[in-house]
């Protein structure tokens, strides 16, 4: 009867300090099984071409599938294809440069910020970076929506078909700076925290996930070195 007794406080306790919990045993079903993963393309975080999947998450969501013994099955799609398969447990986990900020907040469970990114804009390292970048004309990428953004702070915004190839200031993605030979100005135009989704409820897995990208947050910059270059 002691044991009996015992084994119910036990359980209450574990219930009481909420213990994650997956009701359809999602992190049991990926360890040493298959890990249904959706990929939406967002360069550098993900790329599908013919068939190959590259990307910082792609690669990070390949060293959690060893961890786990669990094989990938892959399923490539719009990204609202992929989130709607996830609400229906179609899938275990959707990657491609989601954000804090995402739409799907209601219909997914977003893990905690993994990354911090920004656009910024830089010089080249061998000029002083200006004090003031007002008036200041600034390289930005055609059909980049940093242009608009770069009006506000009452810079003029050049558009370019490719800011490597240019000498003065630009907007670029903040990784770029060393491979490109740039110094930032300190002016940032757009910060983004990077997140995974998963499906709602699947507590036990998300915080699995959460673990691993925490663990793994310090490589994150070696592969935006890799994966992100022009």
């Not at 009481?16 to 919990?21: D, E, S």
């Not at 997956?22 to 599908?48: F, H, K, M, Y």
């Not at 810079?155 to 190839?165: F, T």
Request: hydrophobic share 45%.
């Amino acid at each position: 009867m002691r044991m009996l007794v015992a084994a119910a406080l036990a359980a209450a306790l574990l219930t009481g300090c909420g213990v994650p919990r997956d009701p359809e045993g999602t992190l049991d079903r990926v360890r040493d099984g298959t890990l249904r993963v959706g990929i939406t393309e967002s360069q550098p975080w993900a790329r599908v071409d013919r068939g190959r999947r590259t990307g910082v998450e792609v690669r990070l969501v390949e060293r959690l599938a060893t961890e786990l013994g669990a094989k990938i099955e892959w399923t490539d799609g719009a990204e609202a294809e992929l989130i709607a398969a996830l609400e229906v447990r179609g899938l275990d986990l959707v990657i491609g440069g989601l954000t804090v900020d995402s739409p799907w907040q209601a219909r997914a469970a977003l893990t905690r910020p993994y990354a911090t990114t920004r656009v910024v804009v830089a010089v080249p390292a061998s000029q002083r970076a200006p004090g003031d970048i007002a008036g200041l004309r600034v390289a930005v990428e055609s059909g980049q929506d940093a242009a608009g953004v770069l009006e506000m702070t009452d810079a003029v915004p050049v558009e370019v078909d490719d800011v490597g190839a240019v000498s003065g200031p630009v907007v670029v993605d903040e990784w770029l700076l060393d491979d490109l030979r740039l110094r930032d100005t300190g002016v940032h135009l757009r910060t983004s925290r990077h997140v995974m989704a998963t499906p709602r409820g699947e507590n036990a897995w998300l915080v699995r996930l959460e673990r691993f990208l925490h663990a793994h947050r310090d490589e994150v910059a070696a592969l935006l070195d890799v994966e992100g270059r022009p």
